[in-house]
């Protein structure tokens, strides 16, 4: 089932920093239409989110401190088989690493916002987006 497919989108942010996060959150809400953004600084605090039970999209930053990237990866696609996850960098060379490791799609925090906007709009229609310069 497609994101699409369901009328309800929850999104699951996971970044340590939280200026990061309120601009995603803000982002999503103003461009993407979800009907819940949760935010979460680890990935420990990710799995206590309030709909942690079926996420539609998981935004994971590849540079998690506590546990970044395919560790990190895994892990949600152990807890969220169903998410779409599309990963988030300010290394635009992990592109490769995280697409390999099973993303979705990889969007590089020094694109413009348009660039994760098509992300999630490429994923709610059930396409992967391999978004980054």
Known sequence: MTISERNAMCVLIADDQPQVRSALRLLLLQRAEPTTVEEAADLAELRELRCTERPDLVLLDWELPDQGGCAALEQVRAAWPQATVI???????????????????????????????????????????????
């Open 87 to 133: 990963v988030l960098s300010g290394l635009p060379e992990s592109r490769q690493a995280a697409l390999s490791a099973g993303a979705d799609a990889f969007v590089s925090k020094g694109d413009p916002p348009e660039q994760l906007i098509d992300a999630v709009r490429q994923c709610r229609l059930g396409e992967a987006h391999t978004a980054s310069t």
